[in-house]
Every structure is written in structure tokens, then in C-alpha cells.
């Protein structure tokens, strides 16, 4: 290939100079234009019939255009920006060309301090064309930009704008990857390209730049794919000693007539690392390109558990341990100390648990997600009714200790029933607490769930969630002088269990209202299903608890209803085993009448906005998220926000995270995040990285992302 392409170029070194195929001219974006601007500038280049002329990388023949620049002071010309080209295969080559016409675009910055005044703009332009033989053509062409007070567009500029839609867009939107698919044989080793697409594309293909040290080679084999998701297999063959860590290229796929690229600068990842979904692509604006220092992840771990037990999700369950510790307050401090450190254990095993459960999903080739329990239909059932339970318990309906008083059993039988509720109340703490996120959390629970990391990681990380999210209340069972400062145990406390039942009750509400998302219409069965197990309660308390008479009969009574709760509404009714079909809802955001127009948030949805050079709000968020929708959700929808959304023109994005979409895991994983909450401004610039804003949100904080999105 490299000797033919030797002999093309002597033979055309005799040739003229000037070609007679092609024709070059320029065009300006602007007739006049301000000091500081930047404009446009379009080289164009018509071709004769059944001629071309090459992209950036020519390909196995050819050479690419270039345009030597002759500026007056106070302009500097930028980059050539060349549009996706098409491939032009033959038997012992692959080039890569333009036919009939090509507008290739070049920004021309102005100085701020630039003169008014007319200017005169000239280049050299040089290309190869080629029909059957091959011509080496060159042109000047030249023209003129008059500086002003004002920007007045060109007639040209609708041209070089419909240009400008046919580049490659960033690649930021579709989320593409490498790696090497097995190891290397002689020279040649294989490489799998993926990425993201909106539809299902009819032909797809990776147009790579040229290199010195490697060539990728033009055979492009298809392979299957994700739903979503386009997979080529591309040979790469070493020229240099070393096989080369990065690739990068065009991203091409045509759906019909419509022609799409996307750049993309990609580390190639290991053999077998990519395989399993790891985003392995060096994206332009990935933000955090660099991993973090284990000991960092274990500190934000730490920080994040203790500021969880701040968030609305875990309020029940304070509820439940300040009554605990106002009893303790009366035990002997090595019994406090004892219950303190049961209750951390109850954490400490919940969180070993979901990291088990997230090394044993990654393992099996799936992804994982910060509170992917809430996604299983057979967990909420179960957990609605635990927690309408303990409401009911604190409501008291009915008591959980052996003599049916909850402060009057005997030492013993305390301290037996006293362990087994701090464990309980240490497993209900992480469950509920996984609904929720915080600041410092999501870092580090992306950092544990990463694609590839090692499961002793993941088990640090999760061990360490725990430690800080039962660490406020071993410290005050360690302390006993700090639990002098509680009120004494009195009438009180029974008052005060009773109100700490709404809270939990709110939390069944809560519980329920995902049900529906599973199980639609049917759910209200579930409703029915809580209602006969609140009456077994009853009975259980009322009859049996309060040693009242009849304890054989209410025992038949409390088996009869629950057998009616379960044979007739969870069985029959709620079908609670087929939940529907579809999973989760899979409708368009909801839009409130006056508030946020929300759009459906995908890759392909990004990529037009950037393009269209608008600022983006992005929002991905769950329904059984309570920080979504308790912190989040408020500062987005406010007035301020949505009044700056409509002044700055921008496209408001949603990513529902409820059924836990493959797609948005991998843009989650982008950002170095295992959940939601996760909110990104893209300022308008599609160049510039997005801005990642905290957990904590508050609308100035939005405000002050959409500004710096602006300038």
C-alpha cells in the first residue's frame, strides 16, 4: 500500500500545478463584523463529475486538502473543521473522499482591539483530485471583511451554515468505547468500537485519522450489540514497537438517507475489560479523566454516611433510635455501649449484603445501580408491608416485646428484645437510606461500582458507608454523659412513639406509590391487601397481646384474614408474581402546566442542542429517589430557574432513572456516579464540558451554572 501510493506521487509530480477539475472559493460567514468576534470562513471546492478529493486522513492513497492562510494582524485562523466524508472502497485500497462539493470550515478570530475598516483575507489552497489518475491542484483564493460596530451575516452564511451541519458532532452523546478484543497475531490485532445511537442504523463505520505508529485497516465487520448500541470489529495493525493506547476518528452511521458522525478520541482499554460494559472511552468531556486515590473514596465514603442520616429518608429510623437511646439512658453504660455496637453490626451487614449483590450483578454481565433494589417489584411488596407494620407498632396497635408493654418487660427479656431491635433498626436504616444520596455519597459509591473494579474495593467503600452512617450513635452509646442531657423516660415517650409513627407511615405511602409503577391499575389491591393485615394486627394486639379472653378464637380470626389478604388481594388480585410486562413506565417526562418544559433526555437529544449551540439543563432522577424529589426537584421547577431557561433559550432534558435504563447507567458511570441524583449543565459552547452540580442543590446554584454556561 505504502509503495503504491509512492509511485501515485512521482507520477504526479510531473503534472501542472493548477488542476482544471476542481474549482476553490471562499466564503465569510459575515459581510461585517465586530472586534472580538469570531467568524466563520468556508474554503469551497467544486468538483468535476466522477471526481473527488480527500478528507483529513486520505486513507490507503491520496492526500489531504490544506489552506495556507495570509491574515492581516489582529486575525488568527483555527482548525480546518471537515466534514464526514464518505468511503470510497476498492480492491487493493480504502480512501476516504468528497465528491461534487465540499465546504471545508475554518474559524477566523478577531482581536478585540481590531481597527474598523476593511480587510482583505487571502489563502493558499492545495488538493489532490482524482478520477481514474490523480491531479495535484492549488488556488488562492481571497476575500473581504469589513470591521465594525455591528455583525451583519453574509449571503454565503446560510451555505456554510447547512455545512456546518454536516460535521461530526461531539461525541460526548453517545457514549463510545474501545478495547481490544484478543490478543495480537504478528502485526494485525482485533478492536472493538462501540457507541451509543437514537436509531437503528442501516450501515454504520469508523473513519480513524492516520497515524505514523499504527494503521487501522478498512475492513469493518458488525457485531451484535446492546439494544441501543452500535459494536464494530476494526483491525488494527502496528507499525511502530508498541500497540497504541488511544484511536481516534469519526463515528459513522447512516438510518435511511441521514449520514451522522460523531468524534471520538478513545483510550483503547484491555482485553476483555470493555466487554462486560465498561465505558472505556476517553470522552472530550469526560470530567474526570484521573482516578482518585483509594484513601480519598474511603474519606467521601465516610462523610457521605454520616450525612445520610440528615436526609428525609432515614427520619423513621431516627425516630425509632431516639427512643432507644432515651431507654438506654437508665441501663448500665456497658449495656448501652453493647446495643450500640449491635446496631452498627445490623449496618455494617446490610451494606455487606448490596456490595455482594453489586460484585454478583457486575459478575453476571449486568449493570448496577445505587438502590437498584427499589427497581424489583417483590422487594417494594415486601418492604411496604414491613414498614406499614412498624408504623402500626408504633401507632400501637400492637407491641413487639414478649409481655405486650414496650416498657415494662422484665430485665431480661429487655435486654434479648433490645439487641434485636437495634439489629433491626440497623438493617432498616441502610435500606431505607439507599433511596437517598448526599454530598460526598455519589462520588464515592460511582467510584465502588465502577465497571472493573476490583470487589475488595467495592466491599472497603460499602463497609466504610456504614461506618459513617452508624457512627453518630455508637459515639453517643460510648458517651454516656451526653445521654444525661435527654429527658427522663416518662408518659411522654409513648406520646412521642405514637407521632414518630406518621413519619413512617409516610414511608409506606411512599413504598406504595412505586408499587403502581409495576403493577398499575391492580395496585389498589395491595391498598386492600394492607388494610386486612392492619386488622390481623389489631386482633393480635387487641386480643392476644392484651391477654383478653378467646385468645384460640382471634388466633382462627387473625389466620382467616390474613389468608383472605393474601389468597384474595395480593393472589388473585394484585397477581403480585406477574407484575406488568413492560416493567416500569415508560412514557415522556411529565410537565407540569408553567413549569420546566421538560424533554425526554437521551444521547441523541444532546447532540442536536449542542449542536444547535442552546445551553442544556439536564436532569436524571428516579420516583422512589426522595433526594430527587424532595431537594432537587424544588430548585429546578423554580420560578427563577425556568424564568433563565426561557431568557437563555435552553433545552431542559429529563433522564428517568426509575427502571433503571441501561443508557442512562453508562452516562451515570461517565460521570463517575452509581445513581441519582445527578444534574449537568452544558454551556453552549458543544466544546466545553458540562458543569456537574452538587446533591445540595438550591436554585442560585442552577442560576449560577446557566450563566457560566453562557459566556
Known sequence: MLNLFCVAWFCLAGLPARAAHTQATLLLGAETARPGDTVLAGVRLRMDP????????????????????????????????????????????????????????????????LAPGSLALKASVAWLECKVACVRGEASVEGVLHVGDVTKPSNEAPLIAAWQGKLPRPGAGVSPRAWWESPASGNLRPMIVD????????????????????????????????????????????????????????????????????????????????????????????L??????????????????????????????????????????????????????????????????????????????????????????????????????????????????????????????????????AFFNGLLATILATSCTAPFLGAAVGFAMAPGQRAVVTLMIFLMLGVGLSFPYVLLTWQPAWLKFLPKPGVWMERFKVAMGFPMLAAAVWLFSLVSLHYGDRSWWLGIFLVLVAVAAWIYGEFIQRHRARRGLAAAAIAAVLATAYGFALESNLQWRHPLPQGLSTVGPEVDPGGVPWQAWSPAAVARARAEGRPILVDFTAKWCLTCNTIVKPALESASVRQKLRELNGVALLGDYTGFPASITEELNRFSRAGVPLVLVYPKNPQAPPIVLPEALTPGMVLDALNRATQ
Open 50 to 113: 466522477d471526481w473527488h478529493t480527500y478528507w483529513r486522513n486520505p486513507g490507503g492513497s491520496g492526500m489531504a486538502t490544506t489552506i495556507d492562510w495570509q491574515l492581516p494582524v489582529g486575525i488568527t485562523a483555527g482548525a480546518i473543521q471537515w466534514p464526514v466524508p464518505e468511503m470510497l472502497p476498492d480492491e487493493d485500497l480504502t480512501t476516504y473522499i468528497y465528491r461534487d462539493e465540499v465546504v471545508l470550515l475554518v474559524p477566523l478570530k478577531l482581536a478585540a482591539d
Open 195 to 286: 457507541w451509543s445511537s437514537p436509531a437503528a442504523a442501516d450501515e454504520a463505520s469508523f473513519y480513524p485519522d492516520a497515524s505514523e505508529r499504527f494503521e487501522v485497516q478498512e475492513t469493518t465487520v458488525r457485531l451484535p450489540a446492546d439494544v441501543g448500541r452500535i459494536r464494530l470489529r476494526k483491525q488494527v495493525k502496528k507499525i511502530a514497537a508498541e500497540w497504541p493506547q488511544r484511536v481516534s476518528g469519526v463515528l459513522v452511521e447512516r438510518t435511511g438517507t441521514q449520514r451522522l458522525g460523531y468524534e471520538a478520541d478513545l483510550a483503547i482499554a484491555p482485553q476483555g475489560s470493555a466487554a462486560t460494559g465498561s465505558p472505556a472511552a476517553a470522552d472530550p468531556v469526560r
Open 288 to 421: 474526570a479523566p484521573a482516578i482518585p486515590p483509594l484513601w480519598k473514596m474511603l474519606l467521601y465514603a465516610f462523610i457521605g454516611g454520616l450525612i445520610l442520616n440528615l436526609m428525609p429518608c432515614v427520619l423513621p429510623v431516627i425516630a425509632l433510635k431516639i427512643l432507644g437511646f432515651v431507654g438506654q439512658a437508665r441501663n448500665a453504660p456497658r449495656e448501652t455501649r453493647r446495643l450500640g455496637l449491635i446496631y452498627a453490626l445490623g449496618v455494617l451487614m446490610s451494606f455487606l449484603v448490596l456490595a455482594l449483590l453489586v460484585i454478583g450483578v457486575q459478575a453476571a454481565g449486568h449493570k448496577a445501580g445505587w438502590g437498584i433494589q427499589f427497581g424489583n417489584p417483590y422487594f417494594l411488596l415486601a418492604m411496604t408491608t414491613m414498614v406499614t407494620l412498624i408504623a402500626l407498632n408504633l401507632f400501637g396497635v400492637f407491641e413487639v416485646t414478649l409481655g405486650g408493654r414496650a416498657m415494662g418487660a422484665a430485665a431480661s427479656a429487655s435486654a434479648k428484645e433490645g439487641a434485636a431491635g
